[in-house]
């Protein structure tokens, strides 16, 4: 559906042949927690921040670019002092619409603007299984959940979201990109641990996609790449991560993480400081070495709970922080990753639903584009869980039909249908013409969500949401095995690179004697 | 806190000693679900409809009310048409702000502009016990909740929560005022079933505040009059009870509640028109008989599930409704009271958290005054559970929190803190002492969602949310018993009038033998 005629959004769907009741994509922006003028105050004070305490930046190609631009330096320090005219200028060659693309095109992601897509989110390294026990992650859970999401419609892309506690360091860069892309045709984000994977990362991409051209058009994968120890400090071993992504033109998010109170200022506010000066830090980094290179701002503020100093999320200052991000990134007319989906609970409860629904539903009306661990997390991101996916998928899609928001026109504004209604008919709209056309394309009915009677919930096994979508990830998991790769492709992926998913693992046959043990 | 130079905001908390992390009353309306000029189209389909298709009124003194002021009437069909000069001039004279009192003013609602306020609502025929058990209701859990609720800090007044299906009908409006009133110094509002009660609970009223003076200058208790029957017709037994709260001052909300698909267009903008086209009527109505009576418009817009046609709220939907509500009435700037934190689930899951966070969550964000329902339902408004109270408390708070949202000022930007910590201190925020002021007042510590690790979780007892509910809601029940009625009034009240709820009742002695047998 779509609101026609809203600012911007017609058009950039396109490619999608049904309707969608909660279409991904649709335009958010109608909640902004910031005045403008706060946003201009925010920006302002980073580029002092920039100028007066500068970036941390070790002895690398990376200062030496930002001292050929014109930066001062002070080695003493390692500090690099970015001034203002930097970043106008970086604002004024960045790319301001960054396509990740699917493997299909109504997997496409069109981020900019103001445009909503939910995924998920990386990276746990814990899996509560299907029997509720709490287990290491492997390589093959990223194949697996990779399956479950691909069924899911409200989760629109695919971000890596395990660690391969099984691999090697050397391994694991090319096996998470290969597991996921074996796995779903949504877009498909991860990390690269090592900088010397990028270039097989780009060649493995471009096989999938058919070739180098065809992956410039289109690019199916893309880097984050977490570049900076917040407060202020680059990670020089990421840096280099970055640089070879940016070689081999591989759109890529550059994130940073600070934790209000423990590696940014307890003042809201002042977190949102710091993370700009951050981010445009980078912004500049990445447009003084490409101009227009593909890049997505990364915003991922979160919070210390200051009773304990531990990493929380879910709250509703964390909701605060991403949603304001968002409107950050519409006034420098940047594409944004950030966060939404987490919870601090262990387990898929009421904490659970309510914390997901709280981040999720902000950072979505607030416009944020790629808005990342919006599925599957629990424990503040340590733990995955399959039921939660699936709960997920239920309360994203929710957000979306909100994000798609109220159609306002001659028909839908209804006078004639009420008058007719209240004259001439029954007194009630059950059974119109204009109900019945709408009842599929004006409301969404959730996949799992219970809307029956007590008498009937009671007569059908009283089962909470969890127990309801544990039952649904089973069926997903024991029946969809899309084929994403020819057999033929697979084999040359398996000859090229040293693919550690066992192929027996991406059969049905004997999948449940494996998979539950 | 608040956020002092927010438009409108300062002032009105000024009773309050001590500050809150997420303070009642907060202002609201950065989501703005719609357009203005699609608020004004809607504002202009609703005078259409007034004036075309009319409201349905037997005949009454209602209805010689609307024909002495200039409507055309046409008793064959019992329409009474409504110009929009008639409109306009019920705008002119209509209250913008009222004020609900507490009995104590930290309980005081100030409602009007986009000041949010979430509480009970009502009314659940039945309840789900400590032990997992559904009875039905009865004139004890009116006072048992209010206890509960008298310790919930986020929920800012008391709607009677359930139906007294112990009494007859001429004992209920009486006992269920008072078994609220004797509960908890938050506002209390509910019903009157039979007009000729009204008359003695502006009685009961005086004798609690002080005498009929003090109760004008601070009502402590409010009406909610469903007096229409949607689509666009009048329940006339209702309008003599709201004929009777104009006459005895007793502020009161016009509530009318289409089910969008049912009994109001299936297309939500339909919805939005044919509600405000009841609400506006009762503007006019009430207007004419006393220009500026504090009068609450009560838009509780609902949805049928279109596949059964069986109510449901919790969905994007509703949620969509509910806020555009809030936003129309900024429009119009009349008080609103509507809902969310309606939850279609039959227990308190992640069903329930999910979808009471994000109809609450919109509906505050959009600036809602009154929202009602927002604590303790369950099953599509027909169960409350104790703990869901305790439940929708942390919720609430999270939600409050956010409305007050992130405080921009040269002091919380923090450029000197951060510069401070990147050049001179240890590279992290933990200590310094802008963490160590801000602590307790820039965020809000949830009393029950849990925040420790996995393994601290599970050493104490592995307890889902709401079973750590269930622990906080029987210490409140068992341990709080506030003395809100002196023995003497209570004494007078009870010779005044026919109380049903036993005096033992209301004692700590025995109480759990009575409660959970």
């Known amino acids: 559906m779509g609101r026609p005629g809203r600012r911007g959004r017609e058009g950039h769907r396109q490619e999608e042949k049904k309707p969608s009741v909660a279409p991904a994509g649709s335009m958010g922006g109608r909640y902004k927690p910031l005045l403008d003028s706060e946003v201009k105050q ?8 920039l100028e007066r305490t500068g970036i941390e930046v070790g002895e690398s190609p990376c200062r030496e670019t930002f001292r050929n631009a014109g930066c001062r330096i002070d080695p003493s320090i390692n500090r690099v002092f970015i001034p203002p005219n930097l970043v106008e200028k970086a604002m004024s060659t960045m790319a ?24 998920t989110g990386g990276q746990a390294v814990k899996l509560l299984d299907l029997k509720g026990r709490v287990r290491e992650t492997i390589t093959s859970d990223n194949y697996h959940i990779g399956r479950l999401v691909d069924k ?3 989760i629109h892309f695919y971000m890596r979201p395990v660690v391969c506690r099984d691999l090697e360091n050397e391994d694991i860069d090319v096996n998470q990109f290969y597991s996921c892309l074996a796995a779903t045709n949504k877009h498909v984000m991860a990390n690269s641990y090592l900088p010397e994977k990028v270039k097989d990362l780009r060649i493995m991409a471009n096989m999938i996609s058919g070739g180098a051209e065809a992956f410039n058009k289109r690019p199916i994968i893309s880097f984050t790449a977490c570049w900076t120890v917040s407060p202020l400090r680059y990670a020089m071993e990421t840096v280099e991560v970055l640089d070879e992504a940016i070689e081999h033109d591989i759109p890529v998010v550059i994130s940073s993480a600070p934790q209000a109170g423990a ?43 200051l009773r304990t100093g531990a990493f929380t999320g879910g709250s509703g200052e964390f909701s605060l922080l991403n949603a304001a991000c968002a409107q950050i990134s519409q006034y420098l007319r940047i594409p944004i990753y950030n966060s939404s989906g987490i919870s601090d609970s262990k387990v898929p409860d009421a904490q659970a639903g309510a914390e997901k ?11 944020s584009n790629y808005i990342h661990h919006s599925a599957g997390f629990l424990e503040s991101l340590l733990t995955v869980a399959y039921e939660q996916y699936v709960i997920d998928n239920d ?13 306002v026109n001659d028909k839908t504004l209804s006078v004639n249908v009420i008058h007719d209604v209240c004259t001439n008919g029954p007194n009630h709209f059950l059974g119109h013409a204009q109900t019945l056309e709408l009842m599929n394309t004006e409301y969404l009915y959730p996949q799992l969500m219970d809307r029956t ?6 007569a059908s096994g ?29 084999k040359d992926l398996r000859k090229h690179f040293k693919i550690l998913l066992p192929e027996n693992e991406m059969q049905p046959e004997g999948f449940w004697d494996r998979f539950l043990v």
């Not at 629904?357 to 416009?367: C, I, K, R």
């Not at 009677?453 to 009671?458: F, I, N």
């Open 42 to 49: 925010i920006f302002d004070a980073a580029l002092v921040v």
């Open 96 to 119: 301001n619409e960054v396509l990740l693309a699917g493997r299909t095109p109504e997997h496409d992601l069109h981020l900019g603007s103001a445009r909503v897509y939910m995924g």
């Open 152 to 154: 899911l419609d409200n």
């Open 263 to 305: 590696t940014s200022p307890a003042a809201l506010a002042g977190t949102l400081v710091q993370l700009l000066a951050e981010q445009l830090s980078g912004i500049v980094y990445v447009n003084l070495i490409k101009p227009g290179f593909p890049l997505i701002m990364g915003c991922v503020p979160a919070q210390a709970d």
């Open 357 to 367: 629904s709280l981040t999720g539903l902000a950072a979505a009306l607030a416009g």
């Open 395 to 407: 309360i994203n899609g929710a957000v979306m039909r909100m994000v798609r928001g109220i159609e």
């Open 453 to 458: 009677t007590r008498d009937d919930w009671e």
């Open 462 to 490: 009283k089962s909470d949401l969890r127990e309801t979508a544990i039952v649904q990830a089973k069926e997903y998991l024991g029946n969809h095995w899309p084929k994403i790769l020819s057999d033929d492709l697979d």
